[in-house]
């Protein structure tokens, strides 16, 4: 569950020095803090077996971005920034265990391209080390040295359940054929986008944000979330492989509901979007006739303006509500920056 | 993970009048309180398919012994035991979380004698109703108006990582041969005890109990939780099968390396310790003739006596602790015949 895509994009871009410069400089104090909070804060304790997975995936890398993203938002507010890591590793953390029970669900070999937590360790210790990440998390979280510290739980515990009801209809999505496309937005905002909300939320408040400024953010955070995984949809049936570090069309392969092939059915004439649908259903196909077929139906109905349409509105709404934040002198820049890149991106 | 035994004990007795009278009856009171807030707080949350795995199991009864005993925590110090619903609820769903997962780990088919979730649902929504229930958990302790919320949170927090570690420990001493009788006693504890202890302790502080009582009230409920463990590895060797309710010789046909495996390796001549072992992993013998075989070695080193021995010790330093406890008048009577009809049971 959770932003499997987010990750991977950053990931596995062709190589590093790819990057644009304004993609990830921007946040690159705030990543480089906290990997080395993360380095101080490896698990020790006992019984080794349940830290060791946890120390494992955690060292599998990673932008995390989340992390970084919710000092960012704390540095808006106050130049303090550690007082929000044991906050930045309670998300990393959650997001992490979400990863873990998500590769099992999945029954996914590989993250990061190393073996995944339970094919490394076994089943048990993939569900038993997850749930004691998620567990460390609240931990973490509650190291907090905040007024607001209640207040700060209540919204990371209103993410997790979140993200577990965005795991949840992405499998029901799976085996259900009549999916709206207002159904499939709220899914990923649930999956993905709440919880880089949450993080910039969190990091507000403890940085002494109003409550206010601090919604705000959140709400920039979650429709650039969606906007950010409308992208993903749009780069995955058109991106440039080269760029985009994988190859194209892997939804389509994998038969994914997305922006993309449910807009057909909401607009494609009944013929065209029965032949979409009987795309998706075959069983026998070549895998790059199928792909072929299917991109010409995206192209056909101009799907991909669509998307990208769709995806600068959420956009829009994210820079608006930055906009609005009462923030410290010139510090929303880096946001801004940072936003417009995450769009801009072709991989 | 966590007290499965002390579940199944209550739950699996032969019939339900056979429960003694001195048993359950001074609970009786908050389990009916318990039974009908559950009632009233069914999930009805959507999407329904990551609910239902939770109102499921919830469903499938118990006797409430978590969040009954957190009641009776409270009530020892203050009559509005209804405040520390909240509380007993996050008890009983990290309970059923944990049985949840546990189910899983274990394989096992049953769960109070109807389909465990992952064997009615799937093994994905066995995971992520799980670690649903687990937020759930955290959701309601969270509803609890106290001044020490954030201390309450701190301890079920810790609460909920021992229950990781014991459950590792648990599956660790399965492969491992050099398990001590420390090391298994610190696994029980983990395991079983300190949830119990720790309803007891956020009972007591949410009826307006001093930190130093609550703290006793802990250490009654861990003593207690470890005498009772004690007692079921007695009954699963030594118990009448028509009051137990199950075959005695359960655990030695799994191999599990009960108190009374670890005493007799700890005290046996080598060739008599020796013979255990072989008997523990040998793969042909017909099973009623190894549980006889292991048996007679028990009997042969008095091992029963010893367990019990060691068991009463536990419930001493738990009937000290309770009784330095500073209660309302007269309150206490309660949790001592419920911790002496523990002891006394022979099922």
Chains 1, 2 share one sequence.
């Not at 993250?111 to 993939?126: A, E």
């Not at 054929?177 to 408040?205: D, P």
């Not at 429709?223 to 939804?251: M, W």
């Not at 993309?260 to 998706?280: D, F, G, N, R, S």
Request: proline letters at 3%.
């Amino acid at each position: 569950m959770g932003g499997r895509k987010l990750e991977s994009m950053v990931i596995f871009a062709p190589n590093q020095n790819y990057i644009p410069y304004q993609f990830m400089q921007n946040l690159h104090q705030f990543q480089v803090t906290f990997e080395s909070y993360l380095e101080n804060n490896k698990f020790k304790k006992s019984p080794r077996e349940l830290y060791e997975p946890s120390n494992y995936i955690l060292s599998l890398g990673g932008k995390r971005i989340r992390p970084a993203i919710l000092l960012a938002g704390h540095y808006l507010f106050d130049d303090e920034v550690q007082n929000s890591l044991p906050a930045a590793f309670a998300v990393e953390l959650f997001h992490n265990f979400s990863l873990v029970h998500d590769d099992i669900m999945d029954a996914a070999p590989l993250r990061r391209g190393q073996p995944t937590v339970h094919n490394k360790f076994g089943l048990n210790s993939g569900i038993l080390s997850g749930d004691a990440m998620l567990v460390l998390a609240y931990e973490s979280l509650l190291q907090t040295e905040s007024s607001q510290i209640v207040h700060l739980i209540k919204l990371f515990n209103q993410m997790a359940l979140q993200v577990c009801e965005g795991q949840q209809l992405d499998m029901n999505f799976e085996t259900r054929q009549n999916v709206s496309i207002e159904e499939y937005l709220r899914m990923i905002e649930l999956k993905t986008a709440v919880l880089v909300a949450v993080a910039l939320e969190i990091g507000a408040l403890i940085g002494g944000a109003k409550k206010e400024d601090a919604k705000l953010l959140y709400e920039f955070g979650r429709n650039l979330g969606i906007a950010f995984q409308l992208q993903d949809d749009i780069l995955d049936a058109f991106g440039d492989p080269k760029k985009f570090g994988k190859k194209t069309g892997g939804d389509i392969a994998q038969n994914k509901k997305t922006y993309l092939y449910l807009k057909v059915l909401e607009i494609a004439p009944t013929a065209m979007a029965e032949k979409l649908k009987a795309l998706y259903t075959s069983q026998s196909m070549d895998e790059a006739d199928k792909i072929r077929a299917v991109l010409e139906i995206f192209e056909q109905l101009n799907i991909k303006k669509l998307t990208e349409e769709k995806k600068e509105e959420f956009w829009k709404y994210s820079i608006q509500a930055l906009e609005s934040v009462n923030a410290l002198p010139g510090r929303k820049s880096m946001l801004e920056k940072f936003a417009s890149a995450l769009m801009n991106r072709d991989f």
